[in-house]
């Protein structure tokens, strides 16, 4: 099994647009980090858990290019 994290950052991303706290100013690139995703590879099959707005950056940077199944952990209705 082999477990990708695809980004690790919080649901807008970090830096935050219009933020200026020292996190989103830093320069270190581990300060700079996509929205949370997981990428999955067991036995052949490839297993997304969330998927959002740098989903294809995320998987293009990573060279992978195959989805089996995606776990949503966040869910909000068109309504909410």
């Known amino acids: 099994m082999e477990v990708i994290f695809l980004g690790t950052g919080t649901s807008q ?3 935050i ?3 200026n706290c020292e996190v989103c ?4 690139l581990h300060d700079k980090r996509l ?3 997981v ?3 067991n036995d052949g099959t490839d297993i997304l858990i969330d ?3 740098d989903f ?4 293009i940077r990573e060279g992978a290019n195959n989805v089996d199944a995606i776990l949503f952990t966040h869910f909000m ?3 909410a």
Do not use: A
């Not at 100013?25 to 270190?28: A, C, E, R």
């Not at 294809?56 to 998987?59: E, L």
């Open 25 to 28: 100013k830093s320069n270190d």
């Open 51 to 53: 998927c959002g707005p």
């Open 77 to 79: 209705p068109n309504n």
């Open 13 to 15: 991303g970090t830096p």
């Open 39 to 41: 990428l999955i590879h």
């Open 17 to 19: 647009l219009g933020c």
């Open 56 to 59: 294809r950056y995320q998987m």
């Open 35 to 37: 929205r949370s995703s």
